[in-house]
């Protein structure tokens, strides 16, 4: 069910390419949320202009996460 797939870590999900479904704690946290969505993929599709998108490893991703004391 889709409804269980909406976690504490993953409160956006994006259904077959089709829509954005977006959980909050209120009405103005699931907007920005979405917002952040909306312009990280501007962002990608903008970068393809520039190159090839180079996506970063796991190791990255967690140095990025100790650096912001995300995990």
Do not use: H, Q
């Amino acid at each position: 069910m889709l409804a269980d797939m909406f976690k504490e870590d993953t409160p956006i999900i994006m259904v077959e390419n089709d829509c954005i479904i977006v959980t909050g704690n209120s009405l103005i946290n699931a907007f920005d949320r979405l917002e952040v969505a909306e312009y990280t993929a501007k962002a990608i599709i903008a970068s393809k202009a520039l190159g090839d998108v180079v996506k970063i490893d796991n190791e990255k991703i967690e140095d990025i996460k100790k650096a912001f004391n995300l995990a």
